[in-house]
Each structure stands twice: as structure tokens, then as C-alpha cells.
């Protein structure tokens, strides 16, 4: 008696659990039918557009751009020689120079006696008369992490003086030829470099100038 009881249960499990597999079944196959569309067969030939439209590759992706994350941010320069456009200037960074060295620099031909503007903002921290740069001046950017170098000056503009603060587009002195520019051969030497410490001006990390003058492209080390 208590045996058979026993059993009913079992049988009753079973048909449970079979009663759920069926209707597990028909839900699935009911959600099938429903997602998959009826496709009508067409007969598209290989060579039509359709099929050409598929089989056309994507176009590839353009490369990344590369990011420096050793920037110092953005310098909004300007040429520093009056009426000179930057198609007109040229990249003589990596030119060779007497005694093995670099140029480092970007020499901006221009007419005797044109202005000399401040590439930036900032602050004169040297009047200094080299063999090499002639007539020169040192000048730090307002952030105080970049000195413009400019050389072969003719003179300075009057009343320059060490200290002086200022602003981008000022005449601070006029093209020369003056250092081993040759006799001349009127240009701005124009440099800029990157220094850690602004009391050190000398000392830095040269960066080309072109890039910067040529489309404001940002600054990288
Ligand atoms: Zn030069």
C-alpha cells in the first residue's frame, strides 16, 4: 500500500517533469518561427548589384593618429618676422652645421631691418652677444617652460632691456646678419627649447619650430 503510494509520486514526478519539457519544446520552437523571416527564394543572379553590394569590402580605417602624452600642451605661436607667411618658410631643423652639428633651429629669410616680433607672451631674461648668434635674445614663454631663441638680430628694438615683459606680435629687434649668419645673408635664427628649469635658459630641449609656425600643431618634446 504505502509502496504503491510511493510510486504514484514518482510517476507523477516524471509526467511533471516530461509535461515541462514539452512545453518548453513548444515555446521554443514557437519563438523560432517567429524570429526567422520567411525569406521568399529569389533568383538573383551572381553578377547583380546586390550581390556586388555585399561582397564590397568596407573601406579600411584610417590609421591613429599617434598621442604624445609627454606634451606640454598647446603654443600658440606666430611667425616671428613681420609679413613672412608660413608657406614661406622652410624646414632647415635637421640641417647640417659646421663642427658636426644641428641646426636645431629654423632660419627665416627675410629683408634687412624687418621687425622682429615675440613669438609668445612672455618675459626677456637675456641680451646676449655671441661669436656664433651675433646680436641675440633669449626670451621665456609665460608658462615659463619654453625659451625662444632669436639670433643674427641687427639690433634691438630701442629701449629693450633684460626683465622686459612682452606680448606676442611686439618688435623686439630687426634681421640682421650679424654672428656667422654671413655677410648678407639676412635671416632670423629662431629657436625653441623646452627647459625644466627657466632660471637655466640655456640649457633645454630643442623642438622644431616649423610644425609649430606651419599649422599651430601641438607642442611635443
Ligand atoms: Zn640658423
Redesign the pocket.
Known amino acids: 500500500m504505502f509502496l504503491n503510494r510511493a510510486m504514484g509520486l514518482v510517476k507523477l514526478r516524471i509526467l511533471l517533469v516530461v509535461l515541462f519539457l514539452v512545453i518548453v519544446a513548444l515555446v521554443s520552437i514557437a519563438i523560432t518561427l517567429r524570429t526567422t523571416p520567411v525569406v521568399p527564394a529569389l533568383d538573383i543572379p551572381s553578377s547583380s548589384p546586390i550581390a556586388v553590394a555585399i561582397g564590397t569590402p568596407l573601406p579600411p580605417t584610417e590609421s591613429p593618429t599617434s598621442v604624445n602624452t609627454n606634451f606640454f600642451g598647446t603654443v600658440n605661436l606666430i611667425i616671428p618676422v613681420a609679413g613672412v607667411k608660413p608657406e614661406q618658410l622652410i624646414d632647415?631643423y635637421d640641417?647640417a652645421?659646421s663642427e658636426g652639428r644641428v641646426?636645431d633651429?629654423?632660419?627665416i629669410m627675410a629683408p634687412a631691418e624687418t621687425p622682429v616680433l615675440a613669438a609668445a607672451d612672455g618675459k626677456i631674461v637675456k641680451l646676449f652677444q655671441s661669436e656664433r648668434g651675433g646680436i641675440t635674445i633669449y626670451q621665456l614663454n609665460a608658462n615659463q617652460d619654453l625659451i625662444f631663441y632669436y639670433?643674427?638680430l641687427s639690433r634691438y628694438a630701442d629701449g629693450l632691456a633684460e626683465g622686459d615683459l612682452v606680448r606676442q606680435g611686439q618688435i623686439i629687434a630687426y634681421v640682421g646678419d650679424t654672428g656667422n649668419?654671413g655677410a648678407g645673408n639676412y635671416?632670423?635664427?629662431?629657436?625653441i627649447a623646452a627647459v625644466s628649469d627657466p632660471k637655466r635658459y640655456w640649457e633645454g630641449t630643442n623642438i622644431n619650430p616649423y610644425p609649430l609656425l606651419q599649422n599651430r600643431a601641438q607642442l611635443t618634446p
Open positions: 632647415t640641417d652645421r641646426h633651429a629654423i632660419d639670433a643674427h649668419a635671416h632670423l635664427h629662431f629657436s
